[in-house]
Structures are given as structure tokens and as C-alpha cells.
């Protein structure tokens, strides 16, 4: 399966959602109105673009509208396409790989997310790219944690380093980066405890992770990324706020994806926090992960 076509699985329940809602609003031949823009803005808004990112796209069609760039409803669709692309440069998609040394990827995000699936998944990701990975099992809070991550860390053939349940996560982080050089890895994912973004006292722990590699290997880590769980829809965008303010997150992977109806917050945090989604997960396998790309993305959104 092509990777549209896994994007277009993945988003079958929003583009359900918002294919209906344009049936009915993106009419052939029918000239662009008020009524246009007020059910435009009602789609958008059950599908979880959020009220300030729909606010704003659907003033990207009202002024495409007014400047006699558009004048029919069949000519939004392409005319947002353009622009929700036009969101994601290259540059900020793609993983920013350290000059020489291990690059780190710290991975954070609430339990229940999908974060410990999404680090396998990476783990894989990164091997079947031919690159040599470390796992670092920094989530010591949670029971089991560590064992999971020891069986995904077997089942997609990396290395892992890890401490017993209850050990200091920064003792575990700094062993891995130690690991990480001694084995010549070229990347260090390092699995943080699932915190609430509520929780004060882990979230200053996360940060102090952060501080432990910072010293450990010049310029680490080269990637914060956000797990995310697709389904939670605007709290998804909430997480991602709160978490901004205490580490340093340089990319999302949205989990679960292909459960939601709720894609359009793809598009809802970049707008609103800057930050981009780098990978998504499209099932449960190791194999279910793909690099963001968003021309795929809005194609396999708003096409039948």
C-alpha cells in the first residue's frame, strides 16, 4: 500500500466528515456567498480544525473570494489545499540529524497516548533507514514500562538501556548516552514517563532530562517530539501547549490517527503553536508510521 493510500485509510472518518459537509457546500457552478462561508465554517469545526485555525482559513477564502481569485464554491477546496501545504515547509518536517555523534530524540507524552508504540515505531523507522538505534528507557514511574519497551526494543532489533522500575530516569538518560557513543549509534530515542502536562513536579523531571543530555552530547537533544493522541482532538492541542512551556518540543507524532475523525487538528496545531507534525502513526504494527507529508495529508482529507 502507497503511502496516499495509507494517509487516506488512515483519515477514512474525517474525510467522511468533511467530504459530506462539502457535498453540500462546495457546489458546481454555484457563485460564493455569505451562506458559503458560514456552512465552510461549521464542517471545519466538527472536524477539529479548532475555532481560531478555522477562523483564519475561512478568511484565507473570504479574501480569496473578495480579490476575484475564487468566485465559484467547487474553487475552495484547492484554494485551502494550497495554502494548508504551503503551513509545512520541508525543512521543518524532516528530523534534524546531528553533524557527527549520535542525533537524540527525546520522546514525550501522556500515558495513554500511544508514546511507547510510537517509540518502536521510530526504532523501526530509523533501522529499516540503516541506521544504528539505542532505546533508552527513561519511563521508570510507570509499572511495566520498561518491560514494554525491552519487548518492542526485540521485536524491531535495537539496542536497549535501561534501569530497574523506580531508578532516577536522568541516571537512565545519561547511560544511554554514554551507550549511544560507545556503540557508534546514529540515533538515541529516549522514552520519558507518560506524565499529565497537568503534573507539575514530572514535568520539571522531563526538563531536567532534557538538561542531563544537554551536557552529556553537545547540541542534544536534536529532536523533542510530542506523542499525541489523534483522537483527543482539541485536548491534543492543549497537551501540546503545556508542554511547550517545559521542554523545548521541536515535532509532533500524532498516534492513532486512523481511529480519528478528528485529523483537521493537524492543521490546528501548527497554526496555533508553530510546531510540526513529523510522523503519524496508521495502525498498530511497527510498520504503521509514516513521515508527514502534507500535500499527501489534505489530498487524503478532502478527496473522495
Wanted: hydrophobic residues 40%; neutral net charge; charged residues 25%.
Amino acid at each position: 500500500m502507497g503511502l496516499f493510500d495509507r494517509f487516506k485509510k488512515g483519515l477514512a472518518r474525517t474525510r467522511e466528515k468533511i467530504s459530506t459537509g462539502f457535498k453540500s457546500v462546495l457546489r458546481i457552478g454555484q457563485k460564493i456567498d455569505q451562506g458559503t462561508l458560514d456552512r465552510l465554517e461549521e464542517i471545519m469545526l466538527t472536524s477539529d480544525f479548532g475555532p481560531t485555525t478555522t477562523s483564519k482559513l475561512i478568511g484565507v477564502v473570504r479574501d480569496g473570494w473578495k480579490s476575484g481569485l475564487i468566485s465559484e464554491e467547487q474553487e475552495i477546496r484547492d484554494h485551502l489545499r494550497t495554502h494548508i501545504v504551503e503551513m509545512w515547509p520541508e525543512a521543518d518536517r524532516a528530523i534534524g540529524f546531528a553533524e557527527s555523534g549520535p542525533t537524540v530524540v527525546l520522546v514525550t507524552g501522556i500515558n495513554g497516548s500511544g508514546k511507547t508504540t510510537s517509540i518502536a515505531k521510530l526504532g523501526n523507522y530509523f533501522t529499516k533507514q540503516g541506521k544504528k538505534v539505542v532505546l533508552g528507557a527513561c519511563d521508570t514511574f510507570r509499572a511495566a514500562a520498561v518491560e514494554q519497551l525491552s519487548v518492542w526494543s526485540e521485536r524491531v532489533g535495537v539496542d536497549i538501556v535501561k534501569h530497574g522500575q523506580g531508578a532516577d530516569p536522568g541516571a537512565v538518560a545519561y547511560d544511554a548516552c554514554e551507550a549511544a557513543v560507545a556503540r557508534k549509534a546514529d540515533v538515541l530515542l529516549l522514552d520519558t514517563a507518560g506524565r499529565l502536562h497537568t503534573q507539575d513536579h514530572l514535568m520539571r523531571e522531563l526538563a531536567k532530562i532534557q538538561k542531563v543530555v544537554e551536557r552529556k552530547i553537545p547540541g542534544a537533544p536534536h529532536e523533542v517530539v510530542l506523542v499525541l493522541d489523534a483522537t483527543i482532538g482539541q485536548n491534543a492541542l492543549l497537551q501540546a501547549r503545556e508542554f511547550s512551556r517545559h521542554v523545548s518540543v521541536t515535532g509532533i507524532f500524532l498516534a492513532k490517527l486512523d481511529g480519528s475523525a478528528k485529523g483537521g487538528i493537524v492543521v490546528g496545531i501548527r497554526d496555533q503553536l508553530n510546531v510540526p507534525v513529523k510522523f503519524v502513526g496508521l495502525g498498530e504494527t511497527p510498520e504503521d508510521i509514516a513521515p508527514f507529508d502534507p500535500a499527501l495529508f489534505v489530498d487524503a482529507m478532502f478527496v473522495e
